[in-house]
């Protein structure tokens, strides 16, 4: 079995504002994309962190600032192909 798969990006820090995902926020906001994909034929498939290093600009390192790791979050998605 064959699959496309879709990617989305998600924020680090989330504000979510429904009060039915109050101490449930991070879950809460997965949901509502897992299900606004799912209306597209897309099936969740997983969560995954990825970091990258970010250099200073050159201002900066001249100053001694050094590379930084940055968090980022991507759900994945699939369909059959």
């Known amino acids: 079995m064959f699959y496309h798969y ?3 990006q998600i924020p680090p820090s ?3 504002q429904k009060k039915e995902y109050r101490g449930n926020e991070a879950a809460g906001y997965l949901q509502e994309i897992v299900n606004a994909e799912a209306t597209q034929g897309w099936e969740f498939y997983r969560v ?6 970010v250099n200073p600009g050159c201002l900066r390192m001249l100053f001694g600032q050094k590379s930084v790791s940055i968090p980022h979050y991507v759900v994945t998605f699939r369909r059959e192909a």
């Open 6 to 8: 879709k990617m989305l």
């Open 48 to 53: 995954d962190e990825i970091g990258t290093w």
């Open 14 to 16: 989330i504000s979510v």
